[in-house]
């Protein structure tokens, strides 16, 4: 038998009852994700929509120098600066999810919101330098967002959810990102490959172990956990299992 675990194949956005400064119903909509306006932060309906970063949630560097500076808050509203909000890079609103302060290397700063995911309560966080170098890359509860600092507007949402894990190899240069059963590598170049899928449900044991991207994906016909490895320049791979086509 397969791993037990929670599952939503499609982003389900929750909508609330929203109120602007005045007291009137008001929203702030870009795609199907509803924003509670700036003004209503402070409704009691906060502390259950809220994701608290896990408290070791630290801006990760990989042991390279950044030209920007990122720091994962628990209190936004200490920080009086221009505010985003993830997906959509919406102004001067509030979702649910983990909030990074940014400095870019112009000085500039900003406060980012980015909205975490639904799919999972196993979803993780993650706050780290891109590979590039350049830009960051942010994971709140499996959702996963690459945004620029020094230009907040300029973002993309990582395009596989929920993120279950993530691992670096620093040979390479390549972050890994993986959810139930594909995996995603992000290289310095920002070239992205994502793989086929490696197992029927779930990935376990997943790490980089000679300079490749290794695990056990489960083998539904065999009943039982099977090796795959995965090339971490380009994301071909060998091994794993998946339901036939």
Same mark, same amino acid.
């Given at each position: 038998?397969? @791993?037990?675990?929670?599952?939503?194949?499609?982003?389900?956005?929750? +909508?609330?009852?929203?109120?602007?400064?005045?007291?009137?119903?008001?929203?702030?909509?870009?795609?199907?994700?509803? +924003?509670?306006?700036?003004? $209503?932060?402070?409704?009691?309906?906060? /502390?259950?929509?809220?994701? !608290?970063?896990?408290?070791?949630?630290?801006?990760?560097?990989?042991?390279?120098?950044? %030209?920007?500076?990122?720091?994962?808050?628990?209190?936004?509203?200490?920080?009086?600066? @221009?505010?985003?909000?993830?997906?959509?890079?919406?102004?001067?609103?509030?979702?649910?999810?983990?909030?990074?302060?940014?400095? /870019?290397? %112009?000085?500039?700063?900003?406060?980012?919101? +980015?909205?975490?995911?639904?799919?999972?309560?196993?979803?993780?966080?993650?706050?780290?330098?891109?590979?590039?170098? !350049?830009?960051?890359?942010?994971?709140?509860?499996?959702?996963?967002?690459?945004?620029?600092?020094?230009?907040? %507007?300029?973002?993309?949402?990582?395009?596989?959810?929920?993120?279950?894990?993530?691992?670096?190899?620093?040979?390479?240069?390549?972050?890994?990102?993986?959810?139930?059963?594909?995996?995603?590598?992000?290289?310095?170049?920002?070239?992205?490959?994502?793989?086929?899928?490696?197992?029927?449900?779930?990935?376990?044991?997943?790490?980089?172990?000679?300079?490749?991207?290794?695990?056990?994906?489960?083998?539904?016909?065999?009943?039982?956990?099977? $090796?795959?490895?995965?090339?971490? $320049?380009?994301?071909?791979?060998?091994?794993?299992? /998946?339901?036939?086509?």
């Amino acid at each position: 038998m397969s @791993p037990r675990r929670t599952r939503k194949r499609h982003r389900d956005v929750r +909508f609330w009852p929203l109120a602007d400064a005045s007291g009137g119903t008001d929203a702030q909509t870009a795609g199907n994700v509803r +924003f509670r306006p700036k003004a $209503d932060i402070h409704s009691p309906r906060k /502390s259950f929509l809220h994701h !608290q970063a896990n408290a070791m949630t630290e801006f990760v560097s990989h042991g390279r120098t950044t %030209s920007f500076l990122a720091e994962v808050v628990s209190n936004e509203d200490d920080y009086n600066v @221009p505010s985003y909000c993830y997906p959509g890079a919406e102004t001067n609103a509030w979702v649910p999810g983990i909030a990074v302060r940014v400095t /870019s290397a %112009s000085g500039a700063e900003w406060l980012g919101r +980015f909205m975490q995911g639904e799919e999972s309560p196993n979803g993780v966080d993650l706050c780290c330098i891109h590979p590039d170098g !350049q830009r960051l890359v942010v994971v709140a509860r499996g959702s996963g967002y690459v945004v620029a600092p020094e230009n907040p %507007s300029r973002w993309e949402e990582v395009p596989i959810r929920p993120i279950l894990g993530h691992c670096f190899d620093d040979s390479s240069n390549t972050l890994v990102l993986f959810d139930y059963t594909r995996a995603i590598g992000v290289n310095r170049n920002g070239a992205t490959w994502k793989t086929r899928s490696l197992s029927w449900d779930g990935l376990v044991d997943v790490g980089i172990k000679d300079g490749a991207l290794a695990g056990k994906g489960w083998d539904a016909a065999l009943s039982k956990w099977v $090796d795959f490895v995965v090339r971490l $320049d380009d994301g071909s791979s060998s091994g794993g299992a /998946s339901p036939p086509d």
